[in-house]
């Protein structure tokens, strides 16, 4: 029911019941019982049998953003970054098999390149999303794997051995950078954020500045504190369970 949401965009702010259900598979009696649900929880808006968004959803962001552990953690360390550095900084983490913005920091230069919060980054183009998919799980990684190179996505590589060893090396390294993988003239370096007692991480920490104002960093050093940056943020994201004895 919740992926009628999903349906929504720029090029679709509304449409009918019927629309709805001939996009989604569903029969109009599931349909209608499905739209109205979602009225009435205020997720979508019904305006003479045209939907669209409901207001709710805006008071649930906003909610988000007060709550959430990880930008509670992450803003202030992503403001300090941003700062002694003068790049734009953002903060993402992965929802399904969705690698997605949960909080942009502008930098002085304001480079204005749509990483937006909620904007959808590419699975594997890009650092962003390159350090969260190579801590996963050697089994997990292989699923994503498969079920994207069914789909023809060419953004994974079509051979997996070099595709484990493509993630070792940003494991072991710490940090990743891409070269205009996303915006020609920019670059983009990140680090992961540790999920607790997790080897796995769902999420990362990224600065990104154009080739010009990139080139003046040691590139080594700023991976290094763009690292411990995320394992601080992770620290304070997700605190250590007490183990009961």
Request: charged share 30%.
């Given at each position: 029911m919740l992926s009628i949401l999903d349906l929504f965009s720029s090029t679709a702010m509304s449409m009918t019941a019927e629309a709805i259900a001939e996009r989604m598979g569903f029969t109009r009696t599931t349909c209608y019982r499905y739209v109205k649900e979602l009225t009435e929880a205020g997720l979508l808006n019904n305006a003479n049998g045209v939907y669209s968004l409901g207001a709710r959803i805006i008071n649930l962001d906003r909610k988000m953003r007060e709550s959430d552990p990880l930008l509670q953690a992450g803003i202030p360390e992503l403001k300090k970054l941003v700062r002694s550095t003068g790049g734009e900084g953002l903060i993402s983490t992965m929802y399904d098999e969705q690698i997605i913005n949960i909080h942009h920091e502008s930098g002085p230069e304001r480079l204005n390149l749509g990483f937006s919060r909620g904007q959808v980054m590419p699975l594997m183009r890009g650092a962003s999303s390159k350090v969260i998919i190579a801590t996963m799980s050697?089994?997990?990684?292989?699923?994503?794997?498969?079920?994207?190179l069914l789909a023809e996505d060419p953004a994974l590589t079509e051979d997996w051995p070099t595709l484990w060893r493509y993630c070792q090396q940003i494991i072991q390294q710490g940090y990743w950078v891409s070269h205009e993988e996303l915006h020609k003239g920019h670059v983009g370096i990140s680090a992961p954020i540790p999920s607790g007692d997790s080897s796995e991480a769902t999420s990362s920490m990224t600065l990104v500045f154009r080739r010009e104002h990139?080139?003046?960093?040691?590139?080594?050093?700023?991976?290094?504190?763009?690292a411990a940056a995320g394992r601080t943020i992770g620290r304070k994201a997700y605190p250590a369970m007490p183990h009961r004895s």
């Open positions: 050697r089994a997990r990684l292989k699923r994503l794997f498969d079920r994207h990139y080139a003046l960093f040691n590139e080594s050093a700023l991976g290094s504190a763009l």
